[in-house]
């Protein structure tokens, strides 16, 4: 049986399905069952990583999908260490290309010490570092809706943004079949794509042009607090982030399309399928 943490998040909703379909057992972790729309072929659990009793989360579980959120280093070593415990063969942490590229800022710093908990726990390891999704271009949801335009820092980089459902595909696999034990693999879509690049083939997906608009650090900052009511500390982190990830983000590993035998599905694709969610708000 498979215990999937971070069953609803960007990656676990398509995880969850794709081991099902693979004929996995699959117990996922929810705050809520009653509200998680988890696959009901799926044993919904509820718990809190904070507070939950994790050997009884574990029982009879013989692998474990580890993903906690706000990428919580201290869960994860106590979620690999009660795993170990438990009798679990195989780890699967999911990380992130910061850990490869060796950046200081505290999301990689967190996931390089999960990563060291994972390791060293006892059970068979794989870890997956995925590069930027896809699915971070929702962002520029409000500005296209509210007045058909992106506004993006003059200073992002282009970008091998990855569909969630490769990673989800790629980490079935890895719990699924044999083979991948002491791995680590790194993920990103097939192509770098500029930020201008991306706005130019949503605005085809949608039918209907959208304005590109660069801004200064400063500038972005004074309309995230303006407008959306963003903390300063909180843009600050995620500028900071940017800037050490800057230079790594166009870099395109080929691990998808080795694991999976196909490409991975690409940024038009991913603009195609969430084209409705940028309907404009009159």
């Known amino acids: 049986m498979i215990f999937v943490l971070g069953a609803t998040g960007k990656v676990g909703r398509h995880l969850v399905p794709a081991l099902l379909d693979a004929g996995a057992e ?3 972790l929810t705050r809520d069952p009653a509200k998680a729309r988890i696959d009901p072929r799926a044993e919904a659990v509820r718990g809190d990583l904070g507070t939950a009793d994790l050997p009884a989360l574990l029982d009879g ?13 201290e869960q994860e070593v106590a979620v690999a260490g009660a795993a170990a415990q438990a009798g679990v063969t195989h780890l699967v942490k999911l990380s992130t290309t910061g850990v ?4 200081k800022d505290p999301i990689s710093v967190a996931h390089a010490e999960g990563e060291q908990a994972v390791r060293e726990a006892g059970p068979a390891w794989t870890i997956l570092r995925p590069g930027a999704f896809m699915d971070n271009r929702f962002a520029w949801l409000p500005s296209i809706q509210e007045e058909d335009a992106v506004y993006v820092p003059d200073t992002d980089p282009p970008s091998a ?5 490769d990673i989800a595909a790629v980490a079935a696999l890895v719990l699924t079949t044999s083979g991948h034990e ?4 790194e993920l990103t879509g097939g192509e770098a794509l500029t ?11 949608l039918g209907r042009p959208l304005k590109y608009v660069e801004e200064s650090e400063s500038a972005a900052k004074d309309r995230l607090i303006r407008k959306f009511g963003w903390p300063a500390q909180a ?5 900071a982030l940017k800037r050490e990830s800057a230079p790594n983000e166009h870099v395109v590993f080929d691990t998808v399309e080795r694991l999976l035998g196909r490409p991975p599905l690409t940024f038009a694709a991913w603009a195609r399928e969430n084209a409705s969610a940028y309907h404009r708000h009159e």
């Not at 490869?100 to 950046?103: D, H, R, S």
């Open 26 to 28: 699959v117990r996922a």
């Open 61 to 73: 579980a013989d692998r474990v999908f580890v993903l906690t959120p706000g990428h919580n280093a």
């Open 100 to 103: 490869y590229f060796g950046q």
């Open 161 to 165: 943004l990855i569909h969630v459902r």
């Open 182 to 185: 002491g791995a680590t693999y």
């Open 195 to 205: 930020t201008r690049q991306q706005v130019d083939i949503l605005a085809e997906a």
């Open 235 to 239: 843009i600050d982190g995620l500028f």
